[in-house]
Structure formats: structure tokens, C-alpha cells
């Protein structure tokens, strides 16, 4: 599907992936943090993270290498490839020792990507695995559009139907049950009358 999407995405997508800059306002990981994106797509918010934290080590994974293509040229682009590492993998079932050298991530990054990969909720459960004591995992994605206006989202699900998107309704209900079975505290804010969802999971040191 990005065969050929991949050259436009990033120009299309700002005007309906909403929150994904206030997302990376507000990871602030410490100085020499490792911070991964799963799904990371063309790179696009793995370089807005690296600029605004010069000090994080930034890593990505995609299952596209269309769209792994497409990063590796936007990071060489932005004079960031010696601090942006990425790598082709599954979302569900990645070893990170293997792809980065690492066990765990001081913040992991899911941005619009939970509503693309039909096993979401495994590849939530895997996320929370590689983040370290102490760390965070930061989600933003579709919301239930409970308040927004009818003829609104019929619109918007039509829409987003034809790049195979499904809204996630029950993600508010899921992170809940995932902080309870592992221990971590999280929440969700809705967004823009559901719009989106924003959900941060935390786990303890």
C-alpha cells in the first residue's frame, strides 16, 4: 500500500493525524534516554523527537520497506543518521536486543499505528514489555468520536477505510486492563470530541 503512498504521506497525514506534535511535547526523556517508535512509518516524528531532545537516542521499527526507504532518506536529509537508528521488524514480536542492542527504551512511541495492525492489542502488550523501570510508553491514535457530529464521521470513516485505518473504540478500556495486568499506571485524554485518543502508561522504577 506505501509503494507509492510513502512519497506523499507526510503531506497528507498533517491535517488528520491530530496530537502527535503535543505527543512529543510531552515525552522529555532524561538526557541519554533511548526513545523507539514502533511504527514508525517515514520518520517524520522520530526526527521532530530528535530535534527537540538533541540529547535522546532515537530508534524506529516499521514492517514496510517502503516506508523504512522513505525514513532513512528524510533522516539523512536532516543530518540525523547518526542519531536515528532504524530497522524492519513486527510490531507483535520484535527482539530489541537484536534490532538496537538494547532490552528496554526509557519512551516508546506508538503514533497512529495501533489502527493499522489488525493484532493491535499484541503489539500494545509488546510495547510495554521493552519499556524500562521508570519509562513510559506514549500512544496517540483515533479516537471513539463519541462528540463528534454524525455526518462527521460517517465522512471520516469512510475515509479512513480506504487506507485500511480502524479506529480502535475500546483503546481507553484496553490500556486500563494493560496498566492493571502489568503494574504500570496509565490514562487516556480524549481529544478534539473523541477525535483522537491520547494514553501514557508509566512504569514504576
Not at 516524528?45 to 530535534?51: F, V
Not at 524492519?88 to 516508546?108: N, Y
Not at 485500511?164 to 502489568?182: E, F, I, K, Y
Request: aromatic residues 8%; proline residues 5%; hydrophobic residues 45%.
Amino acid at each position: 500500500m506505501y509503494r507509492f503512498q510513502r512519497h506523499i504521506y507526510d503531506a497528507t497525514r498533517k491535517f488528520y493525524l491530530l496530537g502527535r506534535d503535543g505527543l512529543i511535547a510531552g515525552l522529555k526523556p532524561s538526557p541519554g534516554g533511548a526513545v523507539l517508535e514502533i511504527g514508525c512509518g517515514t520518520g517524520r516524528n522520530l526526527i521532530k523527537i530528535a530535534q527537540r531532545y538533541p540529547q535522546a537516542r532515537c530508534y524506529g521499527l516499521d514492517i514496510s520497506e517502503e516506508m523504512l526507504s522513505t525514513a532513512r532518506q528524510q533522516v539523512a536529509k536532516a543530518g540525523l543518521s547518526q542519531r536515528i537508528t532504524l530497522a524492519q521488524a513486527d510490531a507483535t514480536d520484535f527482539d530489541p536486543q537484536a534490532l538496537f542492542g538494547r532490552v528496554s527504551f526509557e519512551r516508546v512511541v506508538i503514533s497512529y499505528a495501533l489502527s493499522m495492525i489488525p493484532p493491535w492489542r499484541e503489539a500494545l502488550a509488546q510495547a510495554m514489555r521493552v519499556v524500562a523501570p521508570g519509562g513510559a510508553l506514549h500512544m496517540v491514535d483515533f479516537g471513539d468520536q463519541a462528540h463528534l457530529p454524525t455526518p462527521f464521521k460517517a465522512l471520516l470513516n469512510r475515509w479512513l477505510a480506504l487506507f485500511h485505518v480502524t479506529p480502535r473504540r475500546d483503546l481507553d478500556a484496553v490500556v486500563t486492563d494493560l496498566c492493571a495486568q502489568t503494574g504500570t499506571i496509565g490514562g487516556t485524554t480524549r481529544l478534539f470530541g473523541g477525535y483522537s485518543v491520547q494514553a501514557v502508561a508509566i512504569r514504576p522504577a
